[in-house]
């Protein structure tokens, strides 16, 4: 096993219970030094992980967010979205770089289908715009997950649909 499998494994294994580092040892084949030093490594790359007396824990706060530059037509918003919510992302909110005004963003926090529907009904309805509209579909929404491995997901779905605006 790699090191990069391995500390996924370890945000696995600690998204599941308090483990002590002995455990984590144990279960992965290493010794308690290298589970200490994947510890910090993971750290570093963002991840909250407190030590108690009972083990590690990591905080419910330790989500990954990746912002993703997409375009397509108005009939593929709502695929579009449910992308990001099937793979188990939350859509924090929509951005557009306008020429004259700079960032426009607006808040959603969508993270079912359920709210994917309500925010379209809105829009469809009248009652709201989309920010989308303001530069010829290009947008960006901000996206958090518990896992890069669910961003990476997302991305490729994204890519697959031909939604992703590659640089």
């Known amino acids: 096993m790699s090191g ?4 996924a494994a370890i945000v696995r294994l600690l ?6 580092g002995s ?19 993971l750290r570093s790359a963002g991840y909250e992980i407190i ?11 330790a989500k990954r967010t990746r912002a993703f530059h997409v375009r397509q037509d108005e009939e593929a918003l709502r695929d579009e979205l449910n992308i990001f919510v099937d793979a188990g992302g ?3 909110d929509v951005f557009v770089i306008h020429n004259t005004y700079g960032m ?8 079912s289908r359920r709210e994917v529907n309500e925010f379209l009904d809105s829009i469809n309805s009248g009652r709201e715009a989309a920010l989308k509209g303001l530069c010829k579909g290009g947008h960006w ?11 990476n997901e997302i991305e490729n779905e994204l890519r697959k649909y031909g939604y992703l605006v590659e640089k």
């Open 23 to 41: 455990m984590l040892a144990k279960q992965l084949s290493v010794s308690r030094q290298v589970i200490v030093q994947d510890i910090a490594l």
């Open 141 to 151: 929404h901000t996206v958090t997950a518990d896992s890069e491995d669910i961003l």
């Open 51 to 61: 030590s108690s007396r009972q083990g590690y824990i990591l905080s419910e706060s």
């Open 90 to 92: 939350t859509v924090q």
């Open 104 to 111: 426009i963003r607006a808040e959603l926090h969508l993270s």
């Open 15 to 20: 998204q599941k219970s308090i483990l002590p």
């Open 4 to 7: 990069d499998d391995r500390r």
